[in-house]
């Protein structure tokens, strides 16, 4: 179903590949509304060969499925832990997504929601890990990610990582999100319920509500 045409004109900017981390979001914002009081557009296409499903357009995102193959790296946390990514991908619930600090355009509206989305869950965030991979991480260091994680109060649940940048480019191809440039980064969000199960992938700007309607649909069955 297509969202209303009142978002026509800031969609029609996403599917010139124009609503990235250095493009037009904040003129966009600014024409359609506060990002947090309304549904966002959904994100620029990109290439359906993977996905199981044909997309379905939710109020400000692209909602599909698909397969995605986890490559064998150790990342690190804000802590300076090693984190072997299939693990900790693999016990519980996730709800991913692929952020970098100083980006000033999308990467804080996707943070905010994670933030929101982790409150509403309330005690139930325990049972969830949620995970933002830095796509910048010769920038992103664990300190960096560490103040990043305190700005955002990000609990025990949500992990920050980062690596080396062979690693987290390898992580970007696997879930088909890797643009070869830092600026040209989309918002997207993955969810899944259990470990061999397919992702739910979010193309766009899912609210907090949108998210944990999701998550909750995943593992209610």
Not at 136 to 160: I, S
């Amino acid at each position: 179903m297509k969202t209303t045409t009142a978002f026509t004109p800031v969609r029609r900017l996403l599917q010139q590949g124009l609503w990235a981390c250095g493009g037009l979001f904040l003129a966009a914002q600014a024409g359609a509304g506060s990002s947090m009081d309304m549904p966002m557009p959904a994100a620029h296409p990109h290439d359906m060969s993977m996905h199981m499903s044909m997309p379905g357009e939710q109020d400000g995102y692209v909602r599909t499925l698909a397969n995605y193959t986890i490559p064998d790296v150790k990342l690190v946390d804000a802590d300076g832990t090693g984190v072997p990514l299939r693990t900790t991908l693999a016990d519980r619930p996730v709800i991913l997504n692929f952020i970098f600090t100083s980006c000033g355009a999308i990467c804080p509206v996707m943070s905010r929601i994670f933030s929101q989305v982790q409150t509403a869950l309330g005690p139930e965030r325990e049972k969830v890990r949620m995970v933002s991979i830095s796509i910048d991480p010769e920038q992103d260091t664990p300190a960096v990610l560490k103040a990043y994680a305190d700005k955002y109060g990000a609990g025990p649940q949500w992990e920050m990582l980062t690596g080396s940048l062979k690693d987290s480019i390898a992580v970007q191809r696997a879930f088909d999100v890797y643009r070869g440039d830092k600026m040209d980064h989309l918002p997207v969000t993955f969810l899944r319920a259990t470990s061999g199960q397919p992702w739910v992938r979010l193309d766009g700007f899912a609210s907090a509500a949108d998210i944990l309607h999701e998550y909750r649909q995943l593992t209610s069955n």
